[in-house]
């Protein structure tokens, strides 16, 4: 294999630029770092920060925040404090009746109440009223706005006039 003069003198020339910087590069900082005793370091008293270390820290004094300033933050347990009117009216909706699959005969849906609440519902047709307890149901038929269990219904209205529009409200 032979080179060309081009690239003979292009050798040469990265070789002298090695041996020409690689010592100028160490005495200047660039060398082997794992040789402690030929590192000199010089510090500006005035810029020294004190890191504290756990250890260091009794229980009467705590350092302060270093990013954030200001009060503590309030603790947070992840609950809430959620209050329901004695009485509101969730609306007029027309309803109709079923089963719920064989659930409690107490038990109604109203997708516009909250779950598990007690709700007062009034025909208003006879204006005969009755309670029942919302729970979910996966759906609803075409036209209706709540269903009401069947026995719950039967208090308020007959079978036959199904679907009728109620009143709706929370329970007191």
Do not use: W
Request: net charge negative; proline share 9%; hydrophobic share 40%.
């Amino acid at each position: 294999m032979s080179l060309s003069t081009f690239q003979k003198r292009r050798i040469v020339v990265l070789g002298l630029t090695t041996v020409v910087l690689f010592p100028l590069l160490r005495s200047c900082g660039g060398g082997d770092s794992s040789d402690p005793g030929n590192t000199a370091v010089t510090v500006n008293p005035a810029s020294v920060t004190t890191v504290l270390s756990p250890d260091s820290i009794t229980e009467d004094e705590s350092p302060a925040p270093i990013i954030l300033s200001g009060p503590a933050p309030i603790v947070q347990d992840g609950s809430a404090l959620i209050a329901y009117p004695a009485v509101d009216l969730v609306g007029t909706l027309i309803a109709t009746f079923s089963n719920f699959n064989n659930a409690p005969e107490i038990v109604c849906f109203v997708p516009t109440a909250p779950y598990g609440i007690s709700l007062r519902i009034t025909n208003i047709n006879n204006g005969r009223s009755t309670t029942c307890t919302n729970v979910y149901q996966a759906s609803l038929p075409g036209g209706i706005t709540a269903v009401l269990h069947t026995k719950v219904f039967e208090k308020i209205s007959n079978l036959v006039d199904a679907p009728i529009p109620v009143n709706v409200s929370t329970s007191p």
